[in-house]
């Protein structure tokens, strides 16, 4: 892959749709040390509306189980707050990157773009290569899959996730539809 991606099930990377969209296809997912092929994307089916990005998520799927513990999905029936402090974790640069807990807080979700939420940097920063990557509550669930920054002058001002309770039917049902050897998620 390109930029990072979070093991939701042994077999199974959620990432950000444009991680997976280049010119090349990704032919792998490395993480622990450990290289697994890919055998099969699905973009989510709003990825791409008239060219443009709508909903930035994709999800990988792999030939082998991963050893690495799959993260847990953000509960459907709740919401990340406004002011909620978060996690994010990327692989910008080729470093493995955990911001300090609190290190960003939730911004909030505007009504004209429900499955996107924003989030500021309080201490620390999500940057190229982070996309894709695990943007987590004080729980350690995940909550939002890293999209972009907005900046102005070299200096970021605001974060982007794509919101976990917005695409978890979508997650689910793209499991359930696939391969039944699959490990779903619990």
């Given at each position: 892959?390109?930029g990072?991606?979070?093991?939701?099930?042994?077999r199974?990377?959620?990432?950000?749709?444009?991680?997976?969209?280049g010119?090349s296809?990704?032919l792998?997912f490395?993480?622990?040390?450990?290289?697994?092929?890919i055998?099969?994307?699905?973009t989510?089916?709003?990825?791409?509306v008239?060219?443009?990005?709508?909903?930035?998520?994709?999800?990988?799927?792999?030939?082998?189980d991963c050893?690495e513990?799959?993260?847990?999905?953000?509960?459907?029936?709740?919401?990340?707050s406004r002011y909620?402090y978060?996690t994010?974790?990327g692989?910008g640069?080729?470093?493995?990157k955990?911001s300090n807990?609190?290190?960003f807080w939730c911004?909030?979700v505007?009504?004209?773009?429900?499955?996107?939420?924003?989030?500021?940097?309080?201490?620390g920063?999500a940057?190229?290569?982070?996309?894709?990557g695990a943007?987590?509550?004080?729980k350690?669930?995940?909550v939002?899959?890293?999209s972009?920054?907005?900046s102005?002058?070299g200096?970021?001002f605001?974060n982007i996730?794509v919101r976990?309770q917005m695409?978890?039917?979508?997650?689910?049902?793209?499991?359930?539809?696939?391969?039944?050897?699959?490990?779903?998620?619990?």
């Amino acid at each position: 892959m390109i930029g990072s991606g979070i093991l939701i099930a042994p077999r199974v990377v959620l990432t950000a749709g444009h991680c997976t969209d280049g010119k090349s296809r990704p032919l792998y997912f490395s993480t622990g040390g450990g290289c697994y092929p890919i055998y099969k994307i699905v973009t989510h089916p709003l990825y791409k509306v008239d060219g443009q990005i709508v909903v930035d998520a994709a999800l990988v799927f792999l030939t082998a189980d991963c050893p690495e513990t799959p993260v847990a999905l953000h509960h459907a029936n709740e919401d990340v707050s406004r002011y909620d402090y978060l996690t994010v974790v990327g692989y910008g640069g080729g470093i493995k990157k955990i911001s300090n807990p609190g290190g960003f807080w939730c911004y909030g979700v505007l009504a004209d773009e429900p499955f996107v939420l924003r989030f500021l940097t309080i201490d620390g920063t999500a940057w190229f290569g982070d996309s894709g990557g695990a943007i987590l509550n004080t729980k350690g669930e995940l909550v939002a899959v890293t999209s972009a920054i907005l900046s102005d002058r070299g200096r970021i001002f605001e974060n982007i996730g794509v919101r976990i309770q917005m695409i978890r039917v979508w997650i689910h049902h793209t499991l359930n539809t696939q391969d039944q050897a699959l490990l779903l998620l619990p």
